[in-house]
């Protein structure tokens, strides 16, 4: 069956990186499409990220400039490098694969991961 299962998640200052990983097994990310999305507490969940099977890539309004969405085929593994962090990223990060998606949108699957929890400090 189908696991995503992430990791990376810790605690930073502001200003401070993070990599974020999710590792699938029971699916090729290289034939499909990971999405990365974010809750914080008494928020909605957001997405923050994805890359499709043809590397293409989409980030939220908030991520540009400070995040970056990558896979790695030979680990079956996508990443998402976090930079410049703020307070306001703190959240449960999850990825999710094989949704839907259009060029500014993706729709996830019932295919989710734990979520690994990200914490920055002000």
């Known amino acids: 069956q189908v696991q995503l299962v992430e990791s990376g998640g810790g605690l930073v200052p502001a200003g401070g990186s993070l990599r974020l990983s999710c590792v699938g097994s029971?699916?090729?990310?290289?034939?499909?499409?990971v999405g990365w999305y974010r809750q914080a507490p008494g928020k909605a969940r957001e997405l923050v990220a994805f890359?499709?099977?043809?590397?293409?890539?989409y980030y939220a309004d908030f991520g540009k400039g400070r995040f970056t969405i990558s896979r790695d085929d030979d680990k079956n593994t996508v990443y998402l490098q976090l930079d410049s962090l703020r307070p306001e990223d703190a959240a449960v990060y999850s990825c999710?694969?094989?949704?839907?998606?259009?060029?500014?949108?993706?729709?996830?699957?019932?295919?989710w991961g734990q979520g690994t929890q990200v914490t920055v400090s002000s």
């Open positions: 890359i499709t099977r043809y590397e293409t890539t």
């Open positions: 029971g699916i090729l990310f290289s034939a499909t499409v």
């Open positions: 999710n694969a094989d949704g839907l998606y259009t060029d500014t949108n993706y729709y996830p699957s019932g295919f």
